[in-house]
Antibody, heavy 118, light 107 residues
Framework: EVQLLESGGGLVEPGGSLRLSCAAS????????MSWVRQAPGKGLEWVSSINNAGDTTYYADSVQGLFTISRDNFGNTLYLQMSSLRADDTAVYYC???????????WGRGTLVTVSS | EIVLTQSPATLSLSPGTSATLSCRSSQNVGIYLAWYQQKPGQTPRLLIYDATNRAPGIPARFSGSGSGTDFTLTISSLESEDYAVYYC?????????FGGGTKVEIK
């Protein structure tokens, strides 16, 4: 089955860090650019970050630039998002998605909830 | 940053009627616009890409049109499973951006 499975979400205090992982299966991971998209509770979709297939080009939303780091392991078919200096407004469901600037988001994971609260 | 403005915010329509959703871009995005559907408690799903192309498995009652700055998603005859929130998204320029969404609800 073609799928993306996120993990690593949870409750973290303001200023804390968290690393999200996304395991890809059922398709060849390495040729695809990948992204993270988030959705705050009751709100719309917000693009967070993208990485090219080789992992050597990354893009970030202004709101997370310098705070979040996207990376990937093409041998392990895994996408990562390292999040630091987390704020309350980073609270959201984080979706791992296939696609980026060169193609649309055609495969979505189920998401992992990140809650930033004291 | 390219701003996508969706209208209306909410559409109240009866099953069997046609729905017309609008997405207006603050800059020319060519055809690089997509539409996604999100049902309550579910993951978004790609419906239309490159303005007019249906994604695999999407029923023919969904169609997209437009280019440049004005785009439309049309649902020709609403079925019960079509009541959801619809988002447009551009990939013409970084940062990638989404519209605020249009909720299609049962009248």
């Amino acid at each position: 089955e073609v799928q993306l499975l996120e993990s690593g979400g949870g409750l973290v205090e303001p200023g804390g860090s968290l690393r999200l992982s996304c395991a890809a299966s059922g398709f060849t991971f390495s040729p695809h650019a990948m992204s993270w998209v988030r959705q705050a509770p009751g709100k719309g979709l917000e693009w967070v970050s993208s990485i090219n297939n080789a992992g050597d080009t990354t893009y970030y939303a202004d709101s997370v630039q310098g705070l979040f780091t996207i990376s990937r392991d093409n041998f392990g078919n895994t996408l990562y998002l390292q999040m630091s200096s987390l704020r309350a407004d980073d609270t959201a469901v984080y979706y791992c998605v296939r696609g980026a600037g060169s193609r649309f988001f055609d495969l979505w994971g189920r998401g992992t909830l990140v809650t930033v609260s004291s | 940053e390219i701003v996508l403005t969706q209208s209306p915010a909410t559409l109240s329509l009866s099953p069997g009627t046609s729905a017309t959703l609008s997405c207006r871009s603050s800059q020319n995005v060519g055809i690089y616009l997509a539409w996604y559907q999100q049902k309550p408690g579910q993951t978004p799903r790609l419906l239309i890409y490159d303005a007019t192309n249906r994604a695999p498995g999407i029923p023919a009652r969904f169609s997209g049109s437009g280019s440049g700055t004005d785009f439309t998603l049309t649902i020709s005859s609403l079925e019960s499973e079509d009541y959801a929130v619809y988002y447009c998204q551009q990939r013409s320029r970084w940062p990638l951006t989404f519209g605020g969404g249009t909720k299609v609800e049962i009248k």
